[in-house]
């Protein structure tokens, strides 16, 4: 308790120097936190982009790349699937239900999607919830579209515009689909996941829009209006993938074996949770580079606090050699330096656990509306308790250096007055 008391009497003394060190401390833990939330977050986030469904079918292909191109809409399909087969899937046993998305189709920089009024339904994210409708409402014409939010910022549009799909995914396209426009009958709330950057059609219209084309040009001679083929029976004849949710999970393994084992046609089927887990052990080099980078800036701070309590060690000459008059020891002297530490970087690890939550508090709906990160406000982990310990062990150990250049310095030059 005494040398509790003589540190405190000590640090008070230089509070100036003393608080911008606590500071320094503080920020760098806070940021250490900082980055370890983030992370966490973000791979809940990635983790939480797609729940509920139990398997992805599509053609033969990677993994990874079938979860790319259907949930992510990165990149392309190497083939579709064909409408029969996807029939027969719909109609096996295990299916609870079944979503079909068709994709290769554009508009102005956004992938447009086709798919069924049940994708508004069953797809689910952020550990099961719904997708809402900011305005408007699912496909009710055959011309409707449905923007995501950022699709919908992004292009200024709102209900009851009009827009022209293209051909192809470039932002600038000269193979569109002018005779048969679209009309924006809703909005999306965000999400935060790949649905915000989508624009959603019906099925139905994906094959409307194709009915001239063929090999991805239009058909010379041939025209059909859009009232034309509003007539017509638009059953597609292929679709991108499928997303299906089945009635029991015990029952996930054996529809996969069949999709994989199908002979009519090479099909693959995944599961969504083991790819977005593999998909982002590729990505983690970045993440385990943002720890790296805040452990050196809680090192570097460390490292201020070292330097702090040599610049002072000229300053308390006359101090250090008083207390070895009065018969302190090197534990003493050692003592009082590594408690002087210990109390800077327990209140530094203090000052950042509230300065973390008090940014968590208010960057958390900024991250959630602008980012689509999650970032839960709970207490601190139990890997994240052992840090701060280590952060405070590491600060009070680093006063060793300046505990044993104080013990070194002579009575003599303690008392002599310097001009």
């Given at each position: 308790m005494i040398l509790i008391r003589l540190a405190v009497l000590s640090l008070r003394n230089r509070w100036f120097t003393v608080l911008l060190t606590v500071f320094a401390v503080a920020l760098s833990v806070a940021l250490f936190l900082g980055v370890e939330k983030v992370r966490n977050g973000a791979r809940a986030s990635f983790a939480d982009t797609i729940s509920g469904t139990d398997l992805i079918v599509g053609a033969r292909t990677g993994g990874i790349q079938l979860l790319l191109y259907s949930v992510f809409r990165i990149g392309n399909a190497t083939n579709n699937i064909s409408w029969q087969s996807y029939q027969q899937l719909a109609r096996r046993d295990e299916v609870g239900w079944i979503v079909p998305l068709s994709l290769g189709e554009s508009h102005r920089g956004f992938r447009v999607m086709g798919t069924s009024p049940d994708y508004f339904r069953h797809y689910k994210f952020r550990g099961g919830r719904s997708l809402s409708f900011a305005s408007g409402r699912p496909f009710s014409d055959l011309f409707d579209a449905i923007l995501g939010a950022d699709a919908a910022a992004g292009l200024g549009y709102k209900m009851g515009d009009p827009l022209v799909v293209s051909h192809g995914l470039g932002e600038i396209s000269h193979a569109d689909h002018r005779d048969k426009p679209f009309r924006v009958a809703g909005i999306l709330a965000k999400t935060g996941t790949p649905v915000d950057r989508t624009v959603l059609v019906s099925l139905e219209a994906i094959e409307a829009i194709h009915l001239d084309w063929k090999d991805g040009a239009r058909v010379p001679g041939m025209k059909i209006s859009a009232?034309?083929?509003?007539?017509?029976?638009?059953?597609?004849?292929?679709?991108?993938?499928?997303?299906?949710?089945?009635?029991?999970?015990?029952?996930?393994?054996?529809?996969?074996?069949?999709?994989?084992?199908?002979?009519?046609?090479?099909?693959?089927a995944i599961l969504p949770g083991v790819a977005l887990q593999e998909l982002w052990d590729i990505v983690a080099t970045a993440e385990q580079a943002l720890i790296v980078v805040s452990a050196m800036v809680v090192l570097a701070a460390l490292l201020g606090l070292t330097t702090m309590m040599l610049s002072t060690l000229n300053e308390r000459r006359r101090e250090m050699a008083v207390l070895r008059s009065v018969g302190a020891g090197p534990r003493t002297i050692v003592g009082l330096l590594m408690t002087e530490a210990g109390l800077l970087s327990l209140c530094g690890v203090l000052l950042g656990v509230t300065l973390l939550y008090a940014g968590l508090f208010l960057a958390r709906p900024l991250a959630d509306e602008m980012f689509g990160l999650?970032?839960?406000?709970?207490?601190?982990?139990?890997?994240?308790?052992?840090?701060?310990?280590?952060?405070?062990?590491?600060?009070?150990?680093?006063?060793?250096?300046?505990?044993?250049r104080a013990y070194r310095m002579s009575l003599a030059d303690g008392m002599t007055v310097r001009s």
């Amino acid at each position: 308790m005494i040398l509790i008391r003589l540190a405190v009497l000590s640090l008070r003394n230089r509070w100036f120097t003393v608080l911008l060190t606590v500071f320094a401390v503080a920020l760098s833990v806070a940021l250490f936190l900082g980055v370890e939330k983030v992370r966490n977050g973000a791979r809940a986030s990635f983790a939480d982009t797609i729940s509920g469904t139990d398997l992805i079918v599509g053609a033969r292909t990677g993994g990874i790349q079938l979860l790319l191109y259907s949930v992510f809409r990165i990149g392309n399909a190497t083939n579709n699937i064909s409408w029969q087969s996807y029939q027969q899937l719909a109609r096996r046993d295990e299916v609870g239900w079944i979503v079909p998305l068709s994709l290769g189709e554009s508009h102005r920089g956004f992938r447009v999607m086709g798919t069924s009024p049940d994708y508004f339904r069953h797809y689910k994210f952020r550990g099961g919830r719904s997708l809402s409708f900011a305005s408007g409402r699912p496909f009710s014409d055959l011309f409707d579209a449905i923007l995501g939010a950022d699709a919908a910022a992004g292009l200024g549009y709102k209900m009851g515009d009009p827009l022209v799909v293209s051909h192809g995914l470039g932002e600038i396209s000269h193979a569109d689909h002018r005779d048969k426009p679209f009309r924006v009958a809703g909005i999306l709330a965000k999400t935060g996941t790949p649905v915000d950057r989508t624009v959603l059609v019906s099925l139905e219209a994906i094959e409307a829009i194709h009915l001239d084309w063929k090999d991805g040009a239009r058909v010379p001679g041939m025209k059909i209006s859009a009232d034309a083929v509003r007539r017509m029976t638009l059953t597609p004849k292929a679709v991108t993938a499928a997303m299906i949710g089945l009635k029991s999970k015990l029952q996930t393994f054996r529809l996969q074996r069949f999709v994989n084992e199908y002979e009519d046609e090479a099909l693959l089927a995944i599961l969504p949770g083991v790819a977005l887990q593999e998909l982002w052990d590729i990505v983690a080099t970045a993440e385990q580079a943002l720890i790296v980078v805040s452990a050196m800036v809680v090192l570097a701070a460390l490292l201020g606090l070292t330097t702090m309590m040599l610049s002072t060690l000229n300053e308390r000459r006359r101090e250090m050699a008083v207390l070895r008059s009065v018969g302190a020891g090197p534990r003493t002297i050692v003592g009082l330096l590594m408690t002087e530490a210990g109390l800077l970087s327990l209140c530094g690890v203090l000052l950042g656990v509230t300065l973390l939550y008090a940014g968590l508090f208010l960057a958390r709906p900024l991250a959630d509306e602008m980012f689509g990160l999650y970032l839960p406000i709970s207490f601190l982990s139990q890997r994240e308790l052992l840090i701060l310990l280590a952060v405070v062990g590491s600060g009070t150990g680093v006063c060793l250096l300046p505990a044993w250049r104080a013990y070194r310095m002579s009575l003599a030059d303690g008392m002599t007055v310097r001009s």
